[in-house]
């Protein structure tokens, strides 16, 4: 959880770049029909929809207040309220929050749950709010919402099932609600009155199912259970009896993980195999003609006003906006749905970003948050990127040892030097002219590589050639830089050593040591110092002439710091790692200035852009995030 003991100012938080598409029902269309409700790490996104086509400034607002991940939200039938629960660590209570939606503020916080609410729902007249905690609570609490206190609450399966994980109120009964999971479906009755919830269970007879969503139909009369077996569940509310499982010879690849009803009576389904379909009837069979696939599993379906228009979100983060009468959709928002390793801007450019991670490569227009490129390597890791100074060059680092170049502009690829290091590259830098790559490996060694223009049997052609190997690294190599006019460069290495090399004569200049894993290395404006920080959460500032430590400073209370940047005049740089915060530092006096509080995964990389007006931060859940510089005079 961050630590937030700092009397210093918060960093404003302008946009992200995330959908937590692991959440199930994660994504949800508030009833005002404008606006997108989503959590992004411990944050609640409310972003007003656009039905614009191309790129577009997203308005976005923030509801913080979780310490940790969230793991479910909820909305009122009237809109007024929003609900979110969270995941924590073994033995401490999980939080829910009630948020009113107008003033977008806090309305009241509800702990009783241990390590995790695994769902909510609301009532649909909003007194009630009925929560279900983990596999490690295994309880339903029915909350009272004008009181802010529990009511009651009850085991939510017996002894003999399994987890129970989804949860569904009635639409007009706020005294009646259903709960789902493995091998266990129960229809819940609350007696108010003597502060009970009474639940029956429904006789399956000798079908055995794992529900993972469920959805009631708008007048009560039965309701639909999505299973991992492929099938879709009916069952009568008032008689609690299994009226059938559909459709029987067609069933869903990879199971039923989202469900939404349409008020003529259809069913939108969604599949773990990207399927998105209609079925309607007694059987449920699938209609002719409307059935999609999009990328990843369908984690969530939400409709906007009677389901003309709908989206659906996949474990990927994606977010699809479909047409119902066409069956057409496009993709409207996206994100890295694993860590993100690298970020930087081109050379003198603040209106672009690119970051990698497992598989790809993504360039990102700053202002719009939108994708405008991405280069796929498919079953592959980027571990690092960089572009040459004139911006026509994009290099990357990658976890099968090779460094593959690529144009920024198309995403073709320009030329791959294999076998670059036997352990994965780490680390890249590339020369301000251009004709230079530094890279730097698991094994420790640094490399130099020039980049050769020439001619070959079909026209021209590129080529690579290994200048010098420098092996003086016991550890991987974290991090390059290399100074404005290219004759040296510094190294830092999980060995507890960073190294500036000459690169003319290709030997080591100078070395520092430190008991810690060095993650990451920063010229100071000047060239003539540099700031380094690691695994023993000490920011350490050294002169490079001789190699003494100048000064040391607590960069952290809590975790390593992974990443670090400093502003083009020097006089600020930021840091960010394992404690989940963004710090802003006085570059002379070693103070921090604004704390940004947002992330939820640790901090793997961050950028100050070159016009000084943003920060950008990435992490190992995904998430991209863009601060407002606080901009100081020298």
Not at 96 to 124: G, M, Q, T
Not at 239 to 254: H, V
Not at 266 to 291: C, P, S
Not at 527 to 536: A, K, L
Request: charged residues 25%; proline residues 3%; neutral net charge.
């Amino acid at each position: 959880m961050p630590d937030t003991q700092f009397d210093v100012d918060k960093l404003e938080l302008e946009a992200t770049i995330g959908f937590c598409g692991q959440v199930p029902s994660g994504l949800i269309v508030h009833p005002d029909r404008q606006h997108f409700i989503y959590p992004l790490g411990s944050t609640v996104i409310i972003e007003e929809i656009s039905d614009e086509k191309g790129p577009r400034k997203r308005k976005q607002e923030f509801l913080t207040g979780h310490t940790n991940d969230v793991s479910c939200i909820a909305v009122s039938k009237s809109g007024r309220f929003l609900a979110s629960g969270q995941i924590t660590y073994m033995g401490f209570k999980a939080d829910i929050i009630i948020w009113d939606f107008e003033r977008r503020e806090l309305y009241c916080r509800l702990v009783l749950h241990k390590n995790n609410v695994e769902a909510l729902a609301f009532s649909p007249n909003d007194k009630y709010l009925v929560s279900l905690g983990g596999q490690d609570d295994g309880s339903v609490v029915v909350w009272s919402i004008d009181k802010k206190d529990a009511i009651c609450g009850s085991p939510a399966q017996v002894k003999s099932a399994g987890t129970t994980t989804c949860i569904c109120y009635s639409n007009n009964d706020d005294n009646v609600f259903v709960t789902g999971g493995d091998c266990t479906l129960r229809v819940w009755d609350l007696d108010l009155d003597n502060r009970k919830v009474r639940a029956t269970d429904v006789n399956m007879g000798q079908l055995k199912r794992k529900i993972k969503c469920i959805q009631m139909k708008s007048d009560d009369s039965f309701f639909y259970c999505g299973t991992t077996t492929g099938d879709i569940i009916s069952v009568n509310v008032k008689t609690k009896l299994y009226q059938f499982d559909g459709p029987p010879k067609d069933k869903f690849s990879l199971g039923v993980t989202a469900l939404a009803l349409l008020k003529t009576g259809e069913v939108l389904v969604g599949a773990g195999d990207g399927t998105v379909a209609v079925v309607k009837g007694e059987k449920l069979k699938r209609v002719q003609g409307k059935q999609q696939k999009v990328h990843g599993a369908v984690t969530s379906i939400t409709l906007r006003g009677s389901g003309h228009q709908f989206f659906v979100g996949t474990d990927k983060s994606h977010i699809y906006r479909f047409n119902y009468s066409e069956f057409s959709h496009e993709m409207i928002g996206t994100r890295h749905s694993t860590a993100v390793n690298d970020i930087i801007f081109p050379p003198g450019a603040s209106e672009l970003f690119l970051t990698c991670g497992k598989e790809d490569i993504r360039v990102w227009q700053t202002d719009t948050c939108d994708e405008l490129l991405r280069i796929k390597v498919p079953n592959m890791e980027c571990h690092a990127i960089c572009l040459a100074q004139d911006g026509k060059t994009l290099i990357s680092a990658w976890d099968d040892g090779k460094i593959r170049a690529f144009y920024p502009k198309t995403g073709k690829e320009m030329f791959t030097i294999h076998d670059a290091h036997n352990k994965g590259v780490t680390a890249i830098a590339c020369a301000s002219h251009g004709h230079s790559i530094v890279s730097g490996g698991g094994e420790g060694q640094v490399r130099v590589w020039n980049i050769i223009n020439g001619y070959g049997p079909k026209g021209p052609a590129i080529t690579t050639k290994l200048v010098e190997a420098m092996k003086e690294h016991k550890g991987k190599v974290t991090a390059i830089k290399i100074t404005t006019k290219d004759k040296e460069c510094v190294s830092s290495s999980t060995d507890g050593t960073c190294i500036v090399w000459d690169l003319e004569r290709f030997v080591r200049k100078q070395i520092m040591f430190a008991n810690t894993l060095f993650k990451c290395v920063c010229y100071g404006a000047e060239e003539c110092q540099m700031i380094t920080s690691g695994t023993d959460r000490k920011i350490c500032y050294w002169e490079i002439f001789d190699g003494s430590m100048i000064r040391e400073l607590e960069g952290s209370k809590s975790g390593s710091v992974n990443a670090m940047d400093i502003s083009r005049e020097g006089n600020q740089f930021v840091t960010g790692g394992d404690d989940k915060l963004i710090k802003v530092w006085n570059y002379n006096e070693g103070e921090v200035t604004h704390v940004g509080i947002g992330h939820s995964g640790n901090i793997t990389k961050i950028k100050i852009c070159p016009a000084s007006r943003f920060i950008v931060s990435v992490s190992t859940d995904g998430a991209i995030l863009r601060w407002k510089f606080p901009q100081r005079n020298a």
